[in-house]
Nanobody, 128 residues
């Protein structure tokens, strides 16, 4: 059974950093594009950053460019999202999702209903 488990969320002050992890079980990540999405209260889920299976094709939404870095370690079956210079607007539940061999930007542009595999989410709160 394919499972994704996020971790690393928490409360952080503006300007701080967090690293989120997305660990896969029941399948190997090698052939999957992995995306980080977030959903703030009252808003739709949006694609934040995605990375293709070859790790060289990455996408970032404009609001996180230069602050967030996505990476993957296929040997550990894990994808990471390093978040620096966090802002209150980054507060949301962060989810990872998996999609089979899709370009990174295309995956991040997909609506929630088009992606089958999701983790349970991890809450990131940026507040002083």
């Amino acid at each position: 059974q394919l499972q994704l488990v996020e971790s690393g969320g928490g409360l952080v002050q503006p300007g701080g950093s967090l690293r989120l992890s997305c660990a896969a079980s029941g399948f190997t990540l090698d052939s999957y594009t992995i995306g980080w999405f977030r959903q703030a209260p009252g808003k739709e889920r949006e694609g934040v950053s995605c990375i293709s299976s070859n790790e060289y094709d990455t996408y970032y939404t404009n609001s996180v460019k230069g602050r967030f870095t996505i990476s993957r370690d296929n040997a550990k079956n894990t994808v990471y999202l390093q978040m620096n210079s966090l802002e209150p607007e980054d507060t949301a539940v962060y989810y990872c999702a998996a999609d089979y061999i899709r370009p990174a930007e295309a995956m991040c542009a997909l609506s929630q209903r088009y992606l089958e595999y999701w983790g349970q989410g991890t809450l990131v709160t940026v507040s002083s």
